[in-house]
């Protein structure tokens, strides 16, 4: 067992705690499944709680609340226009689901629910998802302007617009594979330091003393990945604004 | 590790569940066994479903529950702030403006004051002058009554000290003429005088 605690893989495993089979379907519910509603409880806990006093002049946490409020419709105002604010409480959903989601992950022995591509994946589609669908509806083939720029030789037109079609597909890739493996990277170099430190330290006095080195790192990045796990729901919400963006107003 | 783990969870379900469930699960985990080698866990297919359907249910629950509760309520909060503050701040404007008009008023009043007291100081400058002038007067007045009495008075003084002057000089000159010349007539004596003294 001594092996499993050095494992930096081990705290991406998931467990089921509750098996649940439907067509074939392994539909169980996990240690996953159990964090997000984890994550969903806190995160609507805390801003319930916290506003519910409605104090014209607010408290600390219910400032905390209405900053991120603020925060998230500044972001989306600026990103998307007066007219982007419709999707105001989904851009406040998803920033507020992976900021907490990430927190939670920070605490020892949690399971870190964006360290799983396909949830990142899924978040990614379901905001690219509503670029398109929000993008035909409200403009209909208009939509399609999104992938010819404007003011572009029409010898070029083909080949610009190969490259809007490809940087447009690659876009859930990129936004759901950049919160994913920050989140598992971060987690694993965490956990390869701290097990250093344990394996150093079952060698003796001078593996205590080379101990030391390791921990000062284990503690200066989770630091740095507290910023990290702010940083990408920062950067999953603001690029979720300009995709908004794009499907309320094809035309660059 | 991981493989006991796998191992583990496959045994339980074979115990509790399915022939189907146990058939996906052999599945999955037959390369673990062959390759004896755990496939890294996010990219483990096999609980892509679970994970999709669990994100699907506890996302959307969050999103219906930020849309109909957490948002609004904090939105109420801050539009109510915001009222508050722009009624405050037409409250202190208006309050400001009715200070200028009290100090305005204050300072007319303060001038009329000013000016009213200017009056009376002169009014009361004015009637003192008024006073002395005809206090003035009246010494005046008095002065020139006793004036012209003593002039009237010296003027008959002079008469009649005039008249006298006559007799004395007639009997003067009588006696000088007889003296000289013998008896003269009073007649011509008087005519004499009075011809010299005119």
Redesign the interface.
Known sequence: MAADKVDPIHQFHINKLIPIEIGGFDLSFTNSALFMVATVIVASAFLVLTTSSRGLIPSRLQSVSEMSYEFVASMLRDAAGTQGMRFFPFVFSIFMFVLVANLLGMFPYFFTVTSHIIVTFALAMLVIGTVVIYGFMKHGLGFLKLFVPSGVPVVLMPLVVAIEVISFLSRPVSLSVRLFANMLAGHITLKVFAGFVVSLSALGLTGVAGAVLPLLMAVAITALEFLVAFLQAYVFAVLTCMYLNDAIHPGH | ??VT?AFA?ES??AD???A??GV??TETGVPHEGGHE?T?????P???????????V??G???L???R???P??????E??RD?VAQDLDQAARMKEEADEAIAAYEQELAQARNKAGGIGQEARDAAKAEADAERAEVEGKLDEQLAKSEARIGAIKAEAMKDVGTIAEDTAAAIVEQLVGKATKADIAAAVKSVSQ
Do not use: C
């Open positions: 590790m991981f783990y969870q339980n379900h509790g569940e399915s189907a469930e996906t699960h755990a890294f866990p996010p990219f483990d096999a609980t892509y479903p679970s994970q999709i359907l669990w994100l699907a506890t996302f629950l969050f999103y529950f930020m849309k509760v957490a948002l309520r904090i939105s109420g909060t801050l109510i702030r508050r």
